[in-house]
């Protein structure tokens, strides 16, 4: 299995709405990933877990909490989001231990009304 | 923190001909330089990368080259066809990917028929 899964892949919430992102895989891979993408622009880092504990949070408003409860599975808690937050949320994972090549789930749409 | 400008943010090549997408990078402690293509709707796929203990690397009709005094990497597209046509990242990191990437702003590839 060499697929990085993303549920919902797509998402609509209110702003006073609470939702959660999910992200799986079964590579063996230590290290995981959220990245944003707007429109017409690159993936830009919010969170990385490495060996399950967050190692990088890139100054992501509290509104979006990270959790790690395994190996596999990566989460991302959604509450009273702005508009401007609505993006493409890409998960990725990579074996982690300067091995390189990031493994990109599709994406959950994500829009806020 | 690292920074990773791309150009062109547009190239248009005649199918056949060949496309050259230029990046810098701005952290001297980066060590690992990836390319990824990004259709339409769909994940960012690796396609290429290299270390900084190497200047070139090729796959086929793709290849990179690393200039590390001047931090300077380029991908080099030859016998461009037309599912060559895609937005392509270029990205950096230090710690050779495992803390995640920092992108380019993309380069969209038009292949002219």
């Known amino acids: ?113 | 923190g690292e920074n990773v400008e791309q150009h062109p943010s547009t190239l248009s090549v005649q199918e056949g001909d060949s496309a050259v997408i230029k990046c810098t990078y701005s952290d001297s402690a980066s060590n690992y330089f990836p390319w990824y293509k990004q259709e339409l709707g769909k994940r960012p796929q690796l396609i290429i990368d290299i270390r900084s203990n190497v200047g070139e690397k090729k796959d086929q009709r793709i290849a990179v080259t690393l200039n590390k005094t001047a931090k300077h990497f380029s991908l080099h597209i030859t016998e461009t066809q037309p599912e060559d046509s895609a937005v392509y990242f270029c990205a950096a990191s230090s710690g050779g990917g495992a803390d995640g990437l920092t992108f380019g702003k993309g380069t969209h590839l038009i292949i002219q028929p």
């Open chain 1, 1 to 113: 299995d060499t697929e990085v899964t993303q549920t919902p892949k797509h998402l609509v919430m209110g702003m006073t709405n609470k939702k959660s992102l999910k992200c799986e895989q079964h590579m063996g891979h230590r290290a995981m990933y959220w990245y944003k993408q707007k429109a017409k622009k690159p993936p830009e880092l919010m969170f990385v877990y490495s060996y399950e504990k967050l190692s990088i949070n890139e100054s992501v408003p509290s509104r979006f909490s990270p959790e790690c409860p395994n190996s596999s599975l990566l989460n991302l808690h959604l509450h009273a989001l702005q508009p401007e937050d609505s993006a493409l949320y890409l998960c990725a994972s990579s074996h982690g231990q300067d091995t390189g090549e990031l493994f990109f789930g599709e994406g959950s749409r994500l829009t806020v009304l």
